[in-house]
């Protein structure tokens, strides 16, 4: 028999607040405690674990989506935050190269909510996971104060594309909407409902689900998901990869929505293409020379060290992205 896993202690400091501490200072101080069998060949760390179960790899990740945080119900119907719950999590298999195959849901609603928003949410996952070929196989549903969705996909792949593989010399290729979703979080912030197609973008992703396994195909070294900011999103595959990315704001072409966006409330659209999230796009490395797959666009470069992402040679004067916390 194979003796249990031993968990290591904690390294970072546990004084403060979960606020001060941030998202990702959280995570250092709890994944020590999860100590990982030999089955687990990809634990935290990446957009999707990886577990081998007898002879096959299964790929694993898991969301969670909470009213007022993630979605609001004024603003999205009850089908396009199906849609988007299902597509942020089936956006993690896609950036490690894999296909999802199955999710399990689970819901957490008010008594008073109407049964036929619960029935359109269902229909919008539904319809999401039908895009990839999958089913929603169970899940659970229990009583609270507002809505909440946890999403759990599995799925498979040839070889998982991990954050960590970046090297010297590789360019950096994004695929898919860079900014519509976040130009649609500042409209709708603002008490507007125009542009509608950042608005919609906004409600409802569109993530480039055959991109992933294309790019593992192709010989991607590094590949992540575009949930919270291109530049938020390389500073991990810079950290992962211990490398520096450098990105070239001339190879990006901020569309006309972008544009009517930024002019009306006064703001760089660059800004949206550069840290928005919520458009779950792919941003990954390959080999120079690499034929990239259609779709590809290479925006950047990578360097030895330093693990930090720059715009045109120089730190990005603002957020990088999304940070939950702050």
Known sequence: MTPPPVPSQPTASTAGTVAELGEF??????????????????????????????????????????????????WSSAEDIGHKAAAANLSDLNAMGGRTTALVVALAIPGDLEVAWVRDLASGIAAEAALVGASVVGGDVTASDQVSIAVTVLGTCAAPVLRSGARAGDVVAVCGRLGWAGAGFHVLGRGFRSPRAVVEAH??????????????????????????????????????SGCSIDVQSAAFEVEEPLRAVG??????????????????????????????????????RVAAGGAVVTVDGVAYDGPAGHEHFR
Not at 60 to 72: A, G, K, Y
Request: charged content about 15%; proline content about 8%.
């Open 25 to 74: 200072g959280l995570i250092e101080v709890i994944v020590p405690l999860f100590a990982q069998h030999p089955d687990v060949l990809v634990g935290p760390g990446d957009d999707a674990a990886v577990v081998a179960i007898g002879a096959n790899q299964v790929l694993v990740s898991t969301d969670l989506l909470i009213e007022n945080r993630h979605f609001r119900r004024d």
């Open 263 to 300: 002019a009306a409330l006064g703001l760089d659209p660059l800004q949206f293409v550069l840290t928005g999230g919520d458009d779950y796009a792919l941003a990954a490395t390959f080999p120079a020379g690499t034929t990239l797959p259609e779709g590809w666009t290479v925006v950047g």
């Open 203 to 240: 409600r409802r992703p569109r993530p480039p689900y055959s991109a992933g396994p294309e790019a593992a195909s192709a010989g991607a070294t590094a590949m992540i998901d575009l949930s919270d900011g291109l530049l938020a999103d390389l500073g991990h595959v810079a950290a992962a």
